[in-house]
């Protein structure tokens, strides 16, 4: 294309929680190209989802452009118009909820759309359903660090920012985190960090391409986090490197949390986690001797049925260091969609509302009733992954799903698909036929990224502009004028807001949101550097790092977690540990980067990583098929035979529809945040 035949939009990827920032190029009503700008967190890097995968989905044909009903005769689906869907949708759900209760009713949000959707979608949700289960998908990702750093620390997010954490640290340790896959740009700074002289600790049970950058990779036992971060604490202690006064001034308990990681000598962790004592021990000293040293934490802390230990055991470290409310320091998850962090902050849980108010709280209920008009359904409500069994029991009897595909990225699909045949209605709304919408009742299209305008909050607390750089599809409506139009079918008078409204309905009812409008992120002073959240007030910067001076809980607290061992370990029958995480050039279930013909070619297939020992003891070369089953269910895919895991350790990527690592994974669930553990369960792995 010429520059002078196109226009230019600047907006937000739509893939991770990185948040980088974006031109997308038009050509009348169709995008081109997309080019990075420098944004606060991508200082001017896009990765090749964000260069290349950011667009060929918004013009794909795939796209539904139509309301689809299923015939219950002939199971196939057929156009509808919009309002023959709507008044079918507001006199099921309406039914539903008149014979059972609005709690035999579940939603969940997208953590892919913007702030403005995900709000209204759990106001639909709590206002029109009058149900409490309302969740998202941070509950099979990073519901253990909302769960946990809001015990610790008071506030579950990222205390410091990308750019403070990449710029300013000495040390960075990175626990259960593939920056270089899930975060690409966040892995190039990282990277930079190094190259400029930073030390990097890598604790991961895989050769992440970072851990051939790292001054020490303790290549742990899948599981072990807790055992890990407790030894750490004990050597850390032990050569008395704790930081007193901050120990003694910010901090409560913390003669209790050193008797208890007494008990975790260097060689005692070493055994558990399968690590070398004395790495522990350097690792440690490293750790705790440098001024500016974060902690950044991904999927391999969370996604294990101690997640929520994992997560506070990692705060742990930090306060018994000294390392929090400074800068180069913190705790820091990497949350890993785009939105996932804004459709927490949205209220899209059961038990909060915007800004994690919480619904049990008498004078939060009473607020957000008297600025909603009604009285809300008093039930707890269940989290998502508490759902699915309610659905096969007959608690749940409908569910409105918006653009995520569980059937694809929940674990145990065989689970998953029960669930969801149970149903008595299935709404989906969706840009595309996901193997989700396959078993819906109806299909409503909605709208992509660069086809509305709105906010996403990335991983740092960062809010930032979402632009709409095109018409899109003619058909498909915008979700926000799709909840208000099922609202009001369903006798709650919600008028049609903009998207730049809706954010005023957030700020009003929202205090860390209170600062925050489109009209100020649009404006000169913060253009382009969005807004990070606690932002009390219209004059207020935003808070780059958090926990300076005290926590939000007062002092902060340790966890007094013991190790625990994975759910389920492997045995004779099932002899081989499996993980699963991502690769770098697709994104979660590839509805989106799956669209993109160049990406497909880089990464299109599923595999299996074996270590060489395992694989020559199963007689399986390096490109062969194997049968890999579980408990669970079976699978077929492709050996990369290497080193990158240890002996009996093997890993998948989650992303492919043939040979989906999640007909294996295990539902065993966190008990506290919910999350499942993805990433420990036993497999047996046959040559075919
Ligand atoms: Fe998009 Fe994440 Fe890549 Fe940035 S790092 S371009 S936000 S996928």
Known sequence: YREWEVSRVRTTCPHCGVGCQLDLIVKGDEIVDAQAVNGPSNAGLLCVKGR????DFVNSPDRITSPLVKNRETGEFEPVSWDDALALVAERFGAIKAEHGGESIAAFACSRSTNEDIYMLQKMA????DTPNIDNCARVCHAPTVAGLVTTLGSGAMT???????????????????????HPVMGMRIRRAVERGAKLIVVDPRDIGLASKADIHLKLRPGTNVAFANGMAHAIIAQGLADKEFVENRTEGFEEFAAMVADYTPEKVAEICGIDADDLVQAATMYAKADRAPIIYCLGVTEHSTGTEGVMSMSNMAM???KLGKPGCGVNPLRGQNNVQGACDMGAGPADFTGYQKVANPDVLAKFETAWGVKM????????????PAMIDGRIKALFLFGEDPVRTDPDTHHVIH??????????????????????DVILPGRSYAEKEGTFTNTERRVQRVRKAVKGPDGPRLDTEVFAEIMRRMGYDQPSLSASQIMEEIASLTPSYAGISHARLDGAQVAGRGIQWPCPSEDHPGTAIMHVGQFSRGKGGYSLAQYRPSAELPNAEYPLMLMTGRVLAQYNACAMTGRTEGLNEIAGESFIELNSVDAEQLGVADGDRVRVSSRRGEIETTARVSSKTNPGQTWMPFHFQDGNSNWLTNAALDPTAKVPEYKVCAVKVEAI
């Open 52 to 55: 290349s995968g950011s667009f």
């Open 160 to 182: 410091n920012s990308i750019e403070d954490v990449c710029e300013q640290a000495q040390v960075i340790l990175l626990v259960g985190s593939n920056p270089e896959e899930a």
């Open 419 to 440: 669930a969801l045949e149970s149903l008595d209605f299935l709404v989906v709304e969706e840009l595309f036929m996901t193997e989700t919408a396959k078993y819906a």
């Open 126 to 129: 709590r206002c029109a359903f």
């Open 320 to 322: 018994v260091c000294g």
């Open 377 to 388: 359904n008093r039930t707890p409500g269940l989290m998502a992954t508490e759902c699915f």
